[in-house]
C-alpha cells in the first residue's frame, strides 16, 4: 500500500510564498516521476510542475520563474516553492508520483489535496 501525504497550503497574501511537501510511504521499490497539479472548481486538474528521477523539470508556463519543484530521494518526498503567488494560483494542489512497488509494479498515486488560497 502506497499513501502520498501533503502539507503545506494554506492562505497567502498575492506576492507571498507558501511551500508545498508531498510525502510518499509505503511498500515502495522505486519512484520515477513525481509532480505537482491543481485544480480549480469547474475545470479540469492542470500539471503545474514535474520532477523525473534524474532530476529534469518541467513547468506550466503561467508558473514559470515563480515556482521550483525538488525532490528529496532518501526522503521520497517531493517539494513545491511556490513565490510571488498570485489570486489566480488559488487552487486545491494535488501531488502525483510514478510508482514501482513490487506486489503491483508500476502505477500511479494521488495525495488527498490541499488548499492554496491567495488573497489579492
Known amino acids: 500500500q502506497v499513501q502520498l501525504v501533503e502539507t503545506g497550503g494554506g492562505l497567502v497574501q498575492a506576492g507571498g510564498s507558501l511551500r508545498l511537501s508531498c510525502a510518499a510511504s509505503?511498500?515502495?521499490?522505486?519512484?520515477?516521476?513525481m509532480a505537482w497539479y491543481r485544480q480549480v472548481p469547474g475545470k479540469q486538474r492542470e500539471l503545474v510542475a514535474s520532477?523525473?528521477?534524474?532530476?529534469?523539470?518541467n513547468y506550466e508556463d503561467s508558473v514559470k520563474g515563480r515556482f521550483t519543484i525538488s525532490r528529496d530521494n532518501v526522503k521520497n518526498t517531493v517539494y513545491l516553492q511556490m513565490s510571488s503567488l498570485k489570486p489566480e494560483d488559488t487552487a486545491v494542489y494535488y501531488c502525483?508520483?510514478?510508482?514501482?512497488?513490487?506486489?503491483?509494479?508500476?502505477?500511479?498515486?494521488w495525495g488527498q489535496g490541499t488548499q492554496v488560497t491567495v488573497s489579492s
Open positions: 520532477i523525473r528521477s534524474g532530476g529534469g523539470t
Open positions: 509505503g511498500s515502495i521499490f522505486r519512484i520515477n516521476a
Open positions: 502525483n508520483a510514478d510508482i514501482t512497488t513490487r506486489r503491483i509494479g508500476r502505477d500511479d498515486y
